[in-house]
C-alpha cells in the first residue's frame, strides 16, 4: 500500500547530540512537511518542501534544518536537541499543483524523540 | 493570525451515543480537512470538506464556508472513536494550521 513512513517510531539522544529524523513515501507527492507536537498539543508546521523549494516557518528555530534528496525521502536534523525538543515529529505529504490546488494531507505514525 | 477553534474541548460518550463537534475559523477557507488522532499517535486524515458534505461511513462532515464553521459527526460511537479530532485549514493554499482539538472518550 502507498504510504509515509517514518524511522525510527521512537529515537532517544542526549542533550546536545545532533540527531536525524528520516521520512519516505510512496504515494509520490510533491510536498512534504515537517510538523512538530508536543504533549496535548496540535501538530505545529516546522518548514516544508514544495518540490525541491524549501519554505521554513518564521518562528522555527534555526536548530531546526531538513533535507530532500529527492521525491521520496525527506529528513529532519535536529543540530543540538535541547530539553525542550522532546516531541511527537509528524512527516506529512500532498500532492499540489499550485496555490489553488489543494488536496489532503496524508501523515505518517511519527516519531516520538526523547531527550536524555 | 488566522484562528481555528474547535469545541468542545472535551467529550465523554456513550457507547452507541451520537454527536457533533465543531470547528470555526475566522477567515475565508479553500483548504478544510478533519483528522483523527488515535491513542498510539496516529494521525488519520479523515475528510477534505472545504465546502459542502461528505459521509464516510459512520462519519459525516458539513463545511459552510459563508458562516466559516465545519462539523463532524460521529454515529452509533464505538470505543475504537476515542482520541483526538482535529480540524486544519489552509493557512495559505496547502499549508494546514491546526486547532487545539476535541478529545473524545468512548466508554462501553
Known amino acids: 500500500d502507498a504510504m509515509v513512513i517514518q524511522n525510527p517510531r521512537y529515537q532517544v539522544t542526549q542533550f546536545g547530540k545532533p540527531v536525524t529524523l528520516s521520512c519516505s513515501q510512496t504515494?509520490?507527492?510533491?510536498?512534504m512537511y515537517w510538523y512538530q507536537q508536543k504533549s496535548s498539543q496540535a501538530p505545529k508546521l516546522l518548514f516544508h518542501?514544495?518540490?525541491?523549494?524549501?519554505?521554513n516557518e518564521a518562528d522555527t528555530p534555526d536548530n531546526f534544518q531538513s533535507r530532500r534528496p529527492n521525491t521520496s525521502f525527506c529528513f529532519l536534523d535536529i543540530r543540538s536537541p535541547g530539553l525542550g525538543d522532546a516531541a511527537m515529529y509528524l512527516c506529512?505529504?500532498?500532492?499540489?499543483?499550485?496555490?489553488?490546488?489543494?488536496?489532503?494531507?496524508?501523515f505518517g505514525d511519527g516519531t516520538r524523540l526523547s531527550i536524555l | 493570525g488566522i484562528q481555528v477553534e474547535q469545541s468542545p474541548p472535551d467529550l465523554i460518550l456513550q457507547e452507541g451515543a451520537n454527536s457533533t463537534l465543531r470547528c470555526n475559523f475566522s477567515?475565508?477557507?479553500?483548504?478544510l480537512q478533519w483528522f483523527h488522532q488515535n491513542p498510539w499517535g496516529q494521525l488519520i486524515n479523515l475528510f477534505y470538506?472545504?465546502?459542502g458534505t461528505k459521509q464516510n461511513g459512520r462519519l459525516s462532515a458539513t463545511t459552510v464556508a459563508t458562516e466559516r464553521y465545519s462539523l463532524l459527526y460521529i454515529s452509533s460511537s464505538q470505543t475504537t472513536d476515542s482520541g483526538v479530532y482535529f480540524c486544519?485549514?489552509?493557512?495559505?493554499?496547502?499549508?494546514?494550521?491546526f486547532g487545539k482539538g476535541t478529545k473524545l472518550s468512548v466508554i462501553p
Open positions: 506529512a505529504t500532498s500532492r499540489s499543483q499550485g496555490i489553488r490546488s489543494n488536496q489532503p494531507q496524508h
Open positions: 504515494l509520490n507527492h510533491n510536498v
Open positions: 518542501y514544495y518540490d525541491k523549494d524549501f519554505n
Open positions: 477567515d475565508s477557507v479553500n483548504n
Open positions: 470538506i472545504p465546502s
Open positions: 486544519a485549514r489552509g493557512a495559505g493554499s496547502y499549508q494546514l494550521t
